[in-house]
């Protein structure tokens, strides 16, 4: 058998948020995110669940780092509740809940597995939301103040911070799509919420550039390549208005400090007030970009297709995931290539990559050859990027363990380990032990 070894020092993990794993939502003075709010809306969640317990990890933080350390994991990417350490959405610091974190990297420095902070994963305090949320450019600041509390306690302990999870998902899907939470439906606010959230990246990186220097900071994006369906110029250009929504409108702010001209020329009526410096602080130089990557995107021109006259398509022998979504490998190799020749982040380490499937427990076992097959095949492709000079240096496997998924409440399982909901047992998945394999070997069978 031929391996892929990677670089030394690459670093293998795997991804989690804290409303979709923590539960304990009333525990140490937490209030309600938004979140909460949603899950309790009619019909928003597909079995009617919620993150009330889900995984119960808030209360199980050494039995999770035990689990950790079989997979062989030198990473561990989690997020801070901003309703447990500023429930009011103020400056004011709930210290039991920055304490509870703070055991849970001590926990894991002990266990010799690197903490990776985000901040912001979508759990926004209520008392912001009723203020206006991402509509509010005020939130932007917020997010800063939430980055310096978080900066001061653990700037020393932690090696890097991602501001801002999946700026398109939780502008569009929440804002526009009402699939997530807060649940709006309107274009002007989704693009506020899209501006307001790359403003508090910015303003999160100034906070842990003064709160925690020593640290690393970055933002983690969502990147989908995108295909037309047809080789009609209308399919084309459909290709890349999804082009400029999901990737080129985060990346070019990024690193060209400026929204790309074709999308603010769709976007002009409906645009909110950008400030003549936004851009530039948008754009100011980060470590890493995180990238997340799930899936391509083939899309065909369709006037009914919303604002931007696109309809998603399924090309007839595509694989697709438990959720829909077209699998495609090599489409993690021509996001990495082109962000890195395009856009040329210092680094780039992929926050999230990973499948659900129908998973079963079987006899105390869980045989999910389907989802083994997809982490090799993507980290296959990671490799075949890093020799063409991507400076990719970690990879963290969404997820941990099978979790709350949002709007699909528990129905779609990521976990590279199967959590029973009924009794919160824990067991390793055939892939999480072949991952225990790569992440001991630092190589993948190719
Ligand atoms: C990403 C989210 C993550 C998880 C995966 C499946 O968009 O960041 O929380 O839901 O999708």
């Known amino acids: 058998m031929t391996l892929a070894h990677f670089p030394d020092g690459f670093t293998w993990g795997a991804s989690s948020s804290a409303y979709q794993i923590e539960g304990a939502v009333r525990a140490e003075g937490r209030e309600e995110s938004i979140w909460d709010l949603f899950c309790n809306r009619p019909g928003a969640i597909d079995d009617g669940s919620d993150g009330r317990f889900a995984?119960?990890?808030?209360?199980?933080?050494?039995?999770?780092?035990?689990?950790?350390?079989?997979?062989?994991?030198?990473?561990?990417?989690?997020?801070?509740?901003?309703?447990?350490?500023?429930?009011?959405?103020?400056?004011?610091?709930?210290?039991?809940?920055?304490?509870?974190?703070?055991?849970?990297?001590?926990?894991?420095?002990?266990?010799?597995?690197?903490?990776?902070?985000?901040?912001?994963?979508?759990?926004?305090?209520?008392?912001?939301?009723?203020?206006?949320?991402?509509?509010?450019?005020?939130?932007?600041?917020?997010?800063?103040?939430?980055?310096?509390?978080?900066?001061?306690?653990?700037?020393?302990?932690?090696?890097?911070?991602?501001?801002?999870?999946?700026?398109?998902?939780?502008?569009?899907?929440?804002?526009?799509?009402?699939?997530?939470?807060?649940?709006?439906?309107?274009?002007?606010?989704?693009?506020?919420?899209?501006?307001?959230?790359?403003?508090?990246?910015?303003?999160?990186?100034?906070?842990?550039?003064?709160?925690?220097?020593?640290?690393?900071?970055?933002?983690?994006?969502?990147?989908?390549?995108?295909?037309?369906?047809?080789?009609?110029?209308?399919?084309?250009?459909?290709?890349?208005?999804?082009?400029?929504?999901?990737?080129?409108?985060?990346?070019?702010?990024?690193?060209?400090?400026?929204?790309?001209?074709?999308?603010?020329?769709?976007?002009?009526?409906?645009?909110?007030?950008?400030?003549?410096?936004?851009?530039?602080?948008?754009?100011?130089?980060?470590?890493?970009?995180?990238?997340?990557?799930?899936?391509?995107?083939?899309?065909?021109?369709?006037?009914?297709?919303?604002?931007?006259?696109?309809?998603?398509?399924?090309p007839p022998n595509a694989q697709v995931s438990g959720m829909g979504f077209e699998i495609d490998p090599d489409g993690l190799y021509e996001t990495l290539v082109r962000v890195h020749r395009d856009y040329a982040p210092v680094k780039i380490v992929i926050a999230e990559n990973g499948l659900s499937v129908e998973d079963r427990l079987v006899d105390g076992a869980v045989d999910d050859p389907v989802r083994e097959r997809y982490l090799r095949e993507h980290l296959l492709a990671a490799h075949r990027a890093i020799a063409e000079g991507v400076p990719l240096d970690g990879y963290y496997c969404w997820s941990l363990m099978d979790n709350f998924e949002w709007n699909h409440g528990y129905t779609q399982r990521f976990g590279l380990v199967y959590t029973d909901f009924a009794t919160q047992d824990r067991i390793i998945k055939r892939s999480g032990r072949w991952y225990a394999g790569v992440t001991r070997e630092n190589a993948v069978p190719a």
């Open 55 to 314: 995984c119960d990890a808030y209360d199980r933080i050494p039995e999770d780092i035990a689990l950790m350390q079989e997979l062989g994991l030198q990473g561990y990417r989690f997020s801070v509740a901003w309703p447990r350490i500023h429930p009011d959405g103020s400056s004011r610091v709930n210290q039991p809940g920055l304490d509870h974190y703070r055991r849970q990297v001590d926990a894991l420095l002990d266990a010799g597995i690197t903490p990776m902070i985000t901040l912001y994963h979508w759990d926004l305090p209520r008392p912001l939301q009723s203020r206006g949320g991402w509509a509010n450019r005020d939130t932007a600041a917020r997010l800063g103040e939430f980055a310096d509390t978080v900066g001061r306690a653990f700037g020393d302990l932690v090696p890097r911070f991602i501001t801002v999870n999946e700026p398109w998902v939780h502008g569009w899907l929440g804002h526009f799509m009402g699939i997530h939470a807060p649940g709006l439906h309107d274009f002007g606010i989704a693009l506020a919420a899209n501006h307001h959230l790359m403003l508090g990246h910015a303003e999160a990186m100034e906070a842990f550039r003064a709160s925690a220097p020593k640290a690393e900071a970055g933002i983690a994006l969502v990147l989908s390549p995108a295909s037309p369906f047809g080789d009609s110029n209308a399919d084309l250009e459909a290709a890349h208005r999804q082009d400029g929504w999901i990737n080129r409108w985060y990346l070019d702010a990024l690193y060209r400090g400026a929204y790309p001209d074709d999308m603010l020329d769709l976007y002009r009526a409906s645009l909110p007030e950008i400030g003549a410096d936004d851009l530039a602080r948008i754009a100011q130089p980060t470590d890493f970009l995180a990238i997340n990557y799930y899936f391509r995107t083939t899309v065909r021109w369709n006037r009914d297709g919303g604002p931007l006259q696109i309809e998603r398509v399924i």
